[in-house]
């Protein structure tokens, strides 16, 4: 085990009690470049944050090379101050590739939960619960556009989880594609997320 | 709909990267002119400033170089434009000889550093603060800097418009130091809760030109070189220069006016200091620290306090000149057994605080420079280490 | 009646003569072509800005009577785009020796001139460094001695004429301290001209250049020029060889191509426009 | 926080690399056809070697004079080409042929 | 009749300036490569490489710039040639970034500084120490830097061996402090008394180039990258790299590789220090200084020693890594009273001996910044008040 | 039978592949060209020497099994100076970004072809900063857009062949990616020719240049570099406005003079010679 | 003072952005005219532009093939073109026509 | 009274007691630019120290740039160390110009000797003793070369004050000018200076 390794296991799994107690909510977003990473984090902290008005830091890692797209966005959402800024144990991870699922299913908390694209998930880990959605699926077969996949995760995760109010990320969506022509797409694909979220919200409880 | 993006009382609201976050402060503290060059993390500010300059009138121009930037940019603050640079580790380093110019011909200007990992072109995507020391000893010769730090991205707007404001009133350079995390990172961000006003615009000279000496300081002992082209003609020089601006060679007036460059900051420290502090009233393990890593040390103080350990934090708003007496003033007040130097990278502000404290207090480190962030735990390890020590 | 002469106007003259440069430098001749240029453009001392680098060209800030700006070593260039592009309407005038925009400010000069930015350059072109005592540069002649080139030059020198051109640059000419009038008009063409400009005088260093090249007296170095000089009409029909160290002088360049900050003051036009709709 | 210039300090140290303070070029009522500031000549000779009509010549001293001022045609060279501002043309001189400057 | 020029145990004698020294000593190291840029007051070393190097069949080149100087040197010395440039603060400034290059890649380089008064263009013909802290800190990014220094031209001589033979000893840059006077002052040296291995050439790689790692490093922590063109391929670069001369983003790796840059030269700080004692032994004031100020110094330590003051002087030949060791042990040895630094500048040595000794003995400074050298009653005033104090 | 092919073995194929390049980037394809080049005058990997700086394009060090050195932003060439001036036995080649060889390291580029000194310099023209995501650089068309030029681009662009040619370079060649077998012997002749030899070639950045000014798709990008490529002997007979926006590809100087290195090297000999006597 | 160089420390760290290693382009026993190393390849379709008689074709993952072999003349231009390196003729092939590699 | 002034008065007149001790002996030569004060400097430097063994610091201080010929050479001979190596207290001043004299002459040891060019002198100073020669005078006259008026000098201060040995100053010079067409010429100014030097010597004892 490396000296990192060792590192990561004694520090990273820890969340302060302070943080659990403030309520913190660590949310991890991963899949691959040109995925659209990043943005979904965006659009998700803007929503919480300036729609919901609740604390949100959004951060993301970076290759060795700024052009190349990351492919991990960590959104901290708490209801106090928020010191660490990036996910210590997860407690939603949204997974669009098997290698983002597996990366960082490892990485949750007991009772986390991991909204993964259909595809992503290969092997099943026992620690948290997971729900796959054929994002990508619809997103290419429905709209004929496969980077809508995440704005239909991100309808998703609003009535499934509850995380964000649908007003909220429906504001913040269309606040993004605002004067682009895809706005009528991404209107259409967030209310899919949507109807998905309360469809799998009702199969599951 | 629109989210609603105005705050209760009133202010815009913005979700936004701490770059972009500079970029705002510095409009609302009336930046008109950026130059640089691009470079990792800290080209979003050059970015942002391309695109919000023309809207305002203002100018943007990406230059050939670094060395080129802060030249325009020196140049565009002695034609009376509020001016700013941004740019991360080796482009200061570039940077330097000019910087050192502008020392010379007190010159306000703002210079970003977004550290990344460091030397040389190091880790360009990950987040150091390595140029700690470099914000304070870079440049040749004897001169007095000024830098200033934030650690959230709501700071990183409120320490832009800081930066000018101290940069107009003592007519010399300021660094804003901040790091590839705060940099990238996004927050909710208020904007315009500063008065329009913050940062003075500098009386125009009200003597005649006949008598006008550039560098004729008022009783503060900074001097406000008039902008050019406005009938007060001078000459500026890197030259040690006379109140006239022409170089002289006269121990007894270089002496004097080496002096006068380092006493008016020195002289009124008070007014740059700024820090935050967080339990100290009690605490007998006091974490030193600034932007990024001072999150970290938040997390580790609110952990520890909750588990009873009077653990406090002192996260830096001002690095240099080192605030060591109200730092000294605090940890008089408290009931001290150690210090802890948190940061990330292999131990610079440890330098003057160990400087600042000499035996009196123990001290401790804790550093990262793996291009990750420090995380509460590995700060809260070191305390409880000293607890047990 | 006590009065300064119009020219002595323009100078700082109180405090600062003489001059720090040698005897029979043509700097100071090149200063008074500067001026006379703008006395006869009636052109305000306020709208001027004289911006240098280091080096015994670059002295010339502490002597005229405009708004002065003594940079770093190469670096004027790019000071004086930030004081351009602040006030449009100023006339920025850059003078620099020949290693301070050739050697270490190399890269601003074809930038400057890229960007076709309506700055004024004046490039003293002594062939050598002066300021820090007679090391080669990088349009000292091939064989030439100088204390770095201790058995003489063996580094082919710029063409500065032709270097401008190729960035970029609207308006170039070269002319000597010799033909002092012609110098005087080309700046005076160059300060009217929209866009970089770009004047070459070849001038004399008889302390350093001279001394090591065995004419240490100005009036050689003045001949030497007047001896070299070729107008580029007769140069037009000579071979390379016959022009072989030989100096061209004359207007090279004269084109009319939107100036950098009018470029800028459209782009925020158009932009501020969009705003509005 | 700012603070408004004020006047200035009443202690201006005399500056210069020069040393001191030098005789200004004010014009003496003189009526000559050209002027000579000699505590600003260098004695380089650049002037006498210029002048296209030999009106020039050098005094021991290498200081310049006007020798021939009938041969002077007031071109200007002279003036002009002076690096150190120690020529001028006598502005109370009286000859409207030539006015270059 | 000419001057008999050989010192009496047969070795060539010269009377030269400290410039002209330092290119001896050069020469006598092995320096076979020198590209630089002229600037006051160092060119006198540029002109005298200019002359010698092509009698040796070295090279000798003047770039366009300091930035272009270094890069060269850098790169003459991945081809193997032994090299160095000279300049002064300006240059070193614009020097800064490459300088980091050559520590990432572990490339011996000399960089000699003759200081002379600054910030800015400053006092180009005048002499200062104001560069000292520049020396440890200038570039950015955590590096560890060596820097030596000499007060005699003697001693230029000797010290310029001495940093070729530290730069190939630890691979690394080092620089070489000297200032205005020292480089321009003439005095009488006796050349060749160092041993002409004394600059030890690395062994060749003895693996075969398929397995070769150019930053596999001995125990004692230092990798010597084979020269380029000789058989063994292989990658150098300024990112963070693995021993292979890859770029690396893995957290453990970084780690550890930093760490090996830095403890290559800080676990053998004892085979760096050197410093020089004068009257240390009953010592009640100790005078801490380098190179000019140490001149000054000694003339006030013998003066006071006249008068019976226990006075004592520790001159510092190497800089950086500042020799805290040596000096603590020097001043628990004797009867300390205050410590005195002397320099030619504002303050800059000042830091590391506060924090060096905390609170435990009292420090005075004595500092001029005018261009002139200090002088040794300007010292003994200063031990002066101490005494009375 | 398992080997590697001819043109692998000049790869280090071990870990570094496949590059960070991305799908369609043309730096690939010159590395290609490079090692094709190199294999085909059978110059032996040990004695080349393969210098960068900071870029997209400067991240080739990586990948080919030369001696390789990966430097600062601009400074390629210096380094490479210093390698050549102690080793001019060795090929230097110097790969270098458009931002790179021309915006921060333009001086040091007019240098080394004033100073003929025998590196051959690949310049991988792809308009724009790639690596630090799609910043202007000064070879981006007028008008078209960055991320620090999100108005459309009001900087005029260099022509690098003009300027390498203004400067004293020997050889000067421009070809483009999409003709690549001409592309790779250009860098033959580049490699065989005494002195500076500069090759530039346009490449395609599909990811931000094309992006940004809707040609995402690399081959859009390639059939822009055919379409608009226009061989020298013809571009000769076009007007300056038939050629607007043009790339016109071909050698444009192949001159014999004297290279740099051994120009000392006669130096030495020189004075080498006079010590003897 | 100096120490000569020891032979490495045996504790290679596996090192490398791209995350371990990855399949070598080793040339198997393979008949057709040209050999794609899929593992190298990044689909960026080049090389099915650039082919000036059309014998490459993508699939519907856009991975390229040679979809003609009969047309194709071994001209080079798709492995030159190919940034990736993951075409090269088959050496085992018989085609004495062309070798320009 | 300035800063520096004062500062001066305070330290620069004295020397310390260990350099008298150790025979310090404070030279400084001062003229014009272009009259070669380094150079005779340098020679002088160059003859105590290798030719006569002692121990010798040579500086000069530079005008604000480089290329202006410095119009003052320090040369201090001890047999002890040097460690401040400029002048402090002066011993023998050698002045060519009016300037010279006067800036200097005030910073006499009590019992120090100027050496000064006839034409230096206009006033005279109380505190040390002056001999005034005519060097630039026979310089012109006899050699025709103002230049060498500062070899002169040197072979003047030989014999008059003894400070350095004929035979080395005159090996310097021969050294200095040994591949110069200037050679005899030099040797001739040094003779004469000799010459002088003796003559004076007379006169005054
Ligand atoms: C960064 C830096 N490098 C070097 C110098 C030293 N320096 C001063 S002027 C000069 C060159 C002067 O030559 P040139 O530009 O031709 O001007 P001249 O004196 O001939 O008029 C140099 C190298 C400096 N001041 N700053
Ligand atoms: C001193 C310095 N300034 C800026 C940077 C950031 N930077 C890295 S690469 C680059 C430009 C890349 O453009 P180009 O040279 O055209 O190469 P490309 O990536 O397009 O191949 C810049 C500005 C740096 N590494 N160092
Ligand atoms: S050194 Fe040369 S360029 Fe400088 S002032 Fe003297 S003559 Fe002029
Ligand atoms: S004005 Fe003309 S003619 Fe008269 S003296 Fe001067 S140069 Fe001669
Ligand atoms: S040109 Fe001017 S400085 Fe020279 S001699 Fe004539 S008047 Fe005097
Ligand atoms: S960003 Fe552009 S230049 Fe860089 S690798 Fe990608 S396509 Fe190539
Ligand atoms: S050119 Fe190469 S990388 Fe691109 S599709 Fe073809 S084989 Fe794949
Ligand atoms: S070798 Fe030529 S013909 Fe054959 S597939 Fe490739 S491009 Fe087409
Ligand atoms: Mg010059
Ligand atoms: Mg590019």
Redesign the pocket.
């Known amino acids: 085990m490396s000296h990192q390794d060792k590192r990561e296991k004694k520090n990273r799994k820890k969340k302060t009690p302070i943080e659990e107690h403030l309520g913190r909510y660590d949310i991890r977003i991963s899949g691959a470049g040109g995925q659209g990473i990043i943005s979904t984090g965006m659009l998700l902290g803007e929503a919480i944050s300036i729609g919901d008005g609740k604390n949100v830091s959004q951060s993301q890692s970076y290759g060795p090379e700024a052009?190349g797209g990351a492919t991990r966005a960590d959104i901290i959402v708490s209801d106090g101050d928020i010191y660490f800024p990036e996910c210590q144990e997860i407690d939603l991870l949204v997974a669009f590739t098997p290698e983002a699922y597996e990366k960082y299913s490892t990485a949750m908390k007991p009772d986390g939960i991991i909204v993964a694209d259909k595809n992503a998930v290969n092997i099943m880990v026992g620690q948290a619960k997971v729900v796959t959605v054929p994002f990508i699926e619809i997103a290419t077969k429905k709209f004929k556009r496969p980077i809508v996949a995440n704005i239909i995760a991100l309808g998703f995760i609003s009535t499934f989880l509850g995380i964000v109010s649908q007003k909220s990320i429906k504001d913040a969506v269309e606040d993004r594609f605002a004067s682009s022509s895809h706005l009528e797409l991404n209107m259409k694909a967030i209310e899919e997320g949507f109807k998905l979220g309360r469809e799998y919200k009702k199969k599951f409880s | 709909m629109a989210l609603n993006r105005i705050s209760s009382d009133g202010h815009p609201l913005m979700f936004v990267q701490g770059n972009e976050a500079c970029v705002q402060g510095a409009l609302h503290a009336g930046c008109r002119f950026f130059a640089g060059?691009?470079?990792?993390p800290s080209t979003e500010i050059a970015e942002g400033m391309a695109r919000e300059l023309p809207k305002l009138g203002g100018t943007f121009i990406q230059m050939e170089?670094?060395i080129a930037s802060i030249a325009a940019i020196i140049g565009a603050s002695a034609a009376g434009a509020r001016s700013m640079t941004a740019?991360?580790g080796?482009?200061i380093?570039?940077m330097l000889e000019n910087i050192g110019f502008a020392y010379m011909i007190q010159m306000p200007i703002v210079v970003v550093n977004v550290q990344r990992g460091g030397p040389s072109?190091g880790l360009?995507t990950k987040l150091s603060q390595s140029d700690t020391m470099q914000a304070r000893w870079g440049t040749h010769g004897d001169f007095t800097s000024i830098a200033l730090a934030a650690s959230t991205v709501q700071e990183v707007y409120d320490m832009t418009i800081r930066a000018f404001e101290v940069a107009e009133h003592f007519s010399t350079p300021v660094f804003l130091l901040l790091d590839e995390l705060i940099g990238h990172m996004r927050e909710k961000v208020v904007l315009n809760k500063h008065d329009n006003q913050a940062v003075v615009k500098h009386a125009f000279p009200e003597i005649p030109p006949e008598w006008y000496l550039p560098y004729t300081e008022s009783l503060d002992l900074v001097s406000h070189p008039a902008p050019f082209g406005k009938g007060y003609r001078y000459n500026m020089t890197g030259l040690v220069h006379d109140r006239a601006g022409f170089p002289t060679s006269i121990p007894a007036e270089i002496t004097e006016r080496l002096e006068t460059l380092r006493n008016k900051i020195l002289k009124h420290k008070r007014e740059i200091w700024q820090l935050r502090e967080y339990y100290t009233e009690d605490a007998k393990y006091v974490i030193i620290a600034y932007g990024s890593a001072a999150r970290a040390a938040r997390g580790a103080v609110e952990s520890l306090r909750l588990k009873k350990t009077k653990a406090g934090l002192i996260d830096l708003k001002s690095i240099w000149p080192f605030p060591d007496e109200p730092i000294k003033e605090i940890l008089d007040r408290c009931n001290i057994k150690s210090v802890i130097v948190a940061e990330n990278n292999m131990g610079q502000l440890i330098h003057p605080v160990r400087e600042m404290l000499g035996g009196s207090v123990k001290i401790a480190s804790v550093n990262r420079y793996d291009g990750h962030p420090l995380e509460p735990q590995e700060i809260i390890n070191v305390v409880k280490e000293e607890i047990y020590a | 009646m006590l009065e300064l002469s119009d020219v002595h106007r323009y100078l700082r003259w109180k405090k600062r003569f003489p001059t720090v440069w040698c005897p029979g430098c043509g700097i100071g001749s090149i200063m008074g072509a500067i001026i006379r240029a703008v006395m006869d453009l009636n052109i305000s001392k306020d709208d001027v800005a004289l911006v240098s680098g280091i080096g015994c060209s670059s002295r010339m800030p502490v002597y005229v009577d405009f708004n002065t700006l003594h940079t770093t070593h190469g670096r004027a260039i790019p000071f004086a785009t930030g004081i351009k592009l602040v006030r449009p309407d100023m006339k920025v005038i850059v003078v620099s020796g020949d290693g301070d925009a050739l050697a270490i400010g190399g890269n601003h000069f074809i930038h400057a001139a890229r960007r076709n930015i309506g700055i004024t350059m004046i490039l003293i072109n002594n062939s050598i460094y002066g300021m820090t005592g007679g090391q080669v540069a990088p349009t000292t002649p091939l064989g030439a001695f100088a204390h770095t080139m201790p058995y003489g030059n063996i580094d082919p020198d710029f063409n500065p004429v032709e270097l401008a051109m190729a960035a970029g640059a609207t308006f170039v000419a070269r002319s000597t301290v010799y033909s002092i009038v012609q110098t005087t008009n080309y700046i005076k063409k160059a300060l009217q001209h929209q866009g970089f400009s770009l004047v070459e005088i070849i001038s004399q260093c008889p302390v350093l250049f001279g001394r090591l090249n065995k004419m240490p007296d100005p009036k050689q170095l003045l001949k030497w020029q007047k001896d070299n000089s070729i107008p580029l009409a007769k140069a037009k029909n000579m071979s390379p060889e016959e022009l072989e160290g030989k100096i061209i002088t004359g207007i090279f360049r004269e084109e009319d191509k939107m100036e950098y900050t009018q470029r800028y003051a459209e782009l925020v036009k158009r932009v501020q426009s969009e705003l509005e709709d | 926080m700012a603070k408004p210039v004020s006047p200035p300090v009443n202690r201006v140290i005399k500056s210069g690399e020069t040393g001191g303070e030098h005789p200004a070029p004010i014009v003496p009522h003189f009526t000559g056809k050209l002027i000579f500031f000699y505590s600003w000549c260098k004695k380089c000779g650049i002037c006498t070697m210029i002048c296209p009509v030999g009106a020039l010549a050098e005094r021991e001293d290498k200081t310049p004079y006007l020798a021939h001022p009938d041969k002077c045609t007031h071109c200007s060279l002279c003036w002009r080409i002076c690096p150190d501002f120690a020529i001028i043309k006598n502005p109370n001189w009286e000859d409207k042929k030539d006015g270059s400057e």
Chains 1, 8 share one sequence.
């Open positions: 052009r | 060059y691009p470079i990792t170089d670094e740019t991360s080796p482009g380093s570039l072109t360009p």
